[in-house]
């Protein structure tokens, strides 16, 4: 008896599938994700989590394309060691329909 191996959909695929799927989700997604961009040891992930919004929104070259910057540009402002400038993360944000919003900081003393 043959066995039919079935496509693999690798979790990456699924995570972007998932996030184009569900606004809400992705909000959220991107919330959880900007508060890791105060601690250094976590901006990894969240800049890797604005990179698969972005995938999830597009793809990286028409969301480049739109936010004005080049598609090497945003792969590198969007990678692990990534440090985009403020212009940058606004642009991304913008093209994907979302922007950035201040709130106070639970943790601060008063």
Do not use: C
Request: charge should be neutral; charged fraction near 20%; proline fraction near 4%.
């Amino acid at each position: 008896m043959k066995h039919q191996l079935q496509a693999a959909v690798s979790h990456r695929e699924r995570e972007i599938e998932e996030l184009r799927a569900d606004r809400a989700l992705a909000v959220a997604y991107l919330q959880a994700a900007m508060q890791s961009l105060d601690n250094p040891d976590d901006r990894a992930a969240g800049l890797l989590a604005l990179r698969t919004v972005a995938e999830a929104y597009g793809g990286l070259s028409a969301v480049a394309n739109q936010a004005g910057i080049s598609r090497e540009a945003l792969y590198r402002a969007l990678s692990p060691s990534g440090n985009p400038t403020l212009k940058t993360l606004l642009a991304v944000l913008k093209t994907v329909g979302m922007r950035l919003s201040i709130e106070p900081d639970s943790h601060a003393a008063a």
